[in-house]
């Protein structure tokens, strides 16, 4: 059989695999024909969730149907690769919109499930899994589980935040929101400080559904927009707009350097104005960056990493002065960062991210060895504060991160399928 | 309001341009040889809001049953505005080259197969002066490459078939469209290697819709195929022939 390669957002090289693309769901039971495969959604993790180097894949992209809406009780059913931009396109025409969404809509649903994806409305409703009213899971063995808080609930907690290694996601029943319309009422503040944003999250946590602070880790102290929003109300329609550019090979790696990351953070930042319009639509509120397909390649063959981590509330300040004073010892500025706060809902899924406290999102180009340096200083400091680093966007994390970040692996592993691994497990390398 | 036919339902390119169709008022009648696969794609276009699916399972090697079923079409969906031709296989060249049972078996589903429901119904929406053909042919037919000339001439037999039906309905308004895409990413070309002229399933039922619309007559898809197909078919055949291909 012949390999095909696959990469995943941080684009730190393709790497080859086995790859089976069902064309539908009883295609998919025939997949298991190599040792260890993994889900490919649409790769928007950034490390290694999602590959299985020399093993075998299986690429969910055809899976992309709708099976049942129940407009009553608020629920859809659909398979797990249907892509969230999609989804939200049907979703629009019923007055309904998903619960939880990441800053991207080229996503699976399965993903989402994997990944239990946050949303900037976490201090509200909490993570994807938590409206989550059923799946259904193909093993290793061939056999389907459905599972549900109440069936097999176990399998769906260590499935929710699984990393696809419980098995496949087939199908996924959804709990949805209706809204009036597809827009957005926001409101943005330029920020001073570190002070300043955290304040604001403060003051608008009950007034606002969403908010999300990005950063300008250039400047010092760091300014930043705060953006707020909630779903408008009445008859209105914010159309998103109509075509994105794409980006279609590498860029040469010189393209996106600090000079140039410099200048886009500050024009972001004296260009803000312009995004304090009163209300706006789902995808330059909740998916700015997907207005430029492809925009990793901008990082040039060498590809970046994201650092993203959580740490409770008290600690945040302490901690995040620290890694200031690593960004600078290392002399690596973030290009992206971006800042949430998240809820004291609790997560359901054994090995979820989203717990209380802040987390930090910080882009880096891969410098090699000094940024693996430099992440292994961030996460002593967030370790030592009792946080996690994130999976989704993760490609170097050791075993020991990973262990404290995620206390209950002991009783995920239990769970999870030995025809399933990812270049990611092996690397934490529970197993072994 | 349209009565939609496709034959092939379970095409990714089938699948794609019935979303495009998936209306309150219109009506579908979807056949594929796989029920189970059929049973997803049905499902799907009724949640997205087409008026009526009904499906079928058929397989269309079974070309001496070509008028009866056009006939158990009919008497489902009553009439028809809109048929399109998704089915086909895209066969090994070089197994065919050494299986002439196997050749053969490639021929009569991607040409015999559908021009004998291509006559049904030419008979049909004659009579009715109205409605749309549609068959996916692909570019590929327009010239013959060691690498591929069984498909190729299969589609490229179809494609003059068209325009004599084409021909032969203008008059009484029917379209006759010829779709002639380029590299599709499907699960019919999943073991290829993909570079920068592949698009997606979706991109092309865009395409055709459009052509559907417009009432065009032959759509290369996307569009700079016909730009491509123009170069190939201008070479001169005793260069052709040397080439790699
Ligand atoms: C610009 C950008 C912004 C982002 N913003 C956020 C954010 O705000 N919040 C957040 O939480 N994340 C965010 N992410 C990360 C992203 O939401 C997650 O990585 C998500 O899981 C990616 O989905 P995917 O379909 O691309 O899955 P992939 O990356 O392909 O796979 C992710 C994991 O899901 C598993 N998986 C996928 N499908 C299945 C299935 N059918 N069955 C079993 N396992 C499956 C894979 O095996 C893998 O472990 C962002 C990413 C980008 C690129
Ligand atoms: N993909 C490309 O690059 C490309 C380029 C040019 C033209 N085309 C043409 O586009 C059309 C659609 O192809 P696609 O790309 O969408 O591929 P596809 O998804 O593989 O669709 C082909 C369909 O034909 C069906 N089929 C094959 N033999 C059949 C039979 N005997 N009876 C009933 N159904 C049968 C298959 O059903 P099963 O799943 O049950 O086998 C499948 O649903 C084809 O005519 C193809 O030649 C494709």
Known sequence: ????????????????????????????????????????????????????????????????????????????????????????????????????????????????????????????????GNHIQSLT??????????????????????????????????????????????????????????????????????????????????????????????????????AAPVKSKTVPVNAPNWLLNGVSSKLFNKLYYSKASLFEREVTS??????????????????????????????????????????????????????????????????IGMLSFPRAG????????????????????????????????????????NRNVFLQSFPAVTEFIKHKDERFCSDFWRRVNIDG | MAKILILGATSAIAEQLARLYAQADNEMLLVARNSKALDEVCRDLEVRGTGKVSSRSHDFNAIEKAQEFIKQCYEILGSIDIVLFAFGTLPDQTRSNQDTTLMHKEILLNYNAIVVLLNELGMKFEKQQSGTIAVLGSVA???????????????????????????????????????????????????????????????IAQDIKRAIDKRKDVLYTPWYWWWIMLVIRSIPERIFKKLKL
């Not at chain 1, 960004?327 to 809902?345: C, E, H, M, R, T």
């Open chain 1, 358 to 397: 802040y987390t930090l999102a910080m882009d880096f180009p891969d410098k090699g060895r000094a940024t693996l340096k430099m992440f292994e200083a961030f996460d002593k400091l967030v370790m030592d504060a009792g946080g996690a680093v994130y999976p989704a966007k993760d490609a170097r994390m």
């Open chain 1, 282 to 347: 789902y995808q330059s509120f909740f998916y700015p960056l997907d207005g430029v397909e492809f925009w990793n390649r901008l990082y040039g063959r060498r590809g970046f990493y994201q650092y993203q981590f959580v740490v409770p509330y008290g600690s945040f300040l302490t901690v995040y002065m620290d890694i200031l004073k690593f960004i600078k010892k290392f002399n690596q500025p973030s290009y992206l960062a971006v800042l949430k706060k998240f809820g004291d809902i609790k997560s």
């Open chain 1, 137 to 238: 899971l193909l093993k290793g063995d061939g056999s389907i589980e459905e599972c549900s808080e109440n069936i097999n609930n176990e399998l769906f907690r260590a499935t929710i935040g699984g990393l696809g290694l419980t098995g496949m996601i087939l199908t996924v029943t959804l709990k949805l929101k209706s809204v009036e319309n597809n827009c957005i009422a926001i409101k943005s503040f330029k920020t001073k400080n570190i002070e300043h944003i955290l304040a604001l999250f403060d003051e608008t946590d009950d007034e606002y559904e969403y908010t999300v602070a990005w950063l300008d880790m250039y400047s010092s102290p760091q300014k930043g927009i705060f953006n707020c929003g909630n779903h408008a109300n009445g008859d209105i329609d914010c």
């Open chain 2, 141 to 203: 037919g327009d010239r013959g490459r060691q690498s591929n000339y069984i498909y190729g001439s299969a589609k490229g037999g179809l494609s003059i078939f068209m325009q004599g039906l084409r021909n032969r309905l203008a008059r009484h308004d029917v379209q006759v469209l010829t779709i002639k895409p380029g590299f599709v990413d499907t699960p019919m070309t999943k073991s290829f290697k993909k570079g920068p002229l592949w698009v997606g399933p979706d991109k």
């Open chain 1, 1 to 128: 059989m012949k390999t095909s390669f696959y990469t995943s957002w941080g684009n730190r090289g393709a790497v080859p695999h086995f790859a089976t693309i069902p064309a539908n769901m009883t295609q998919a039971h025939v997949i298991f024909e190599y040792d260890s495969s993994i889900v490919y959604g649409q790769g928007r993790s950034y490390g290694d969730v999602c590959l299985n180097t020399n093993g075998g894949l299986i690429d969910s992209r055809y899976l992309d149907r709708l099976l049942e809406y129940h407009e009553g009780a608020r629920l859809i059913t659909c398979q797990s690769g249907v892509v969230l931009k999609n989804l939200i396109t049907f979703l629009e025409t019923k007055k309904m919109f998903i619960p939880v969404s990441p800053g991207t809509a080229n996503v699976t649903v399965g993903g989402m499930v994997a990944n239990d994806v946050h949303g900037k409305n976490h201090h509200r409703v909490g993570s994807f």
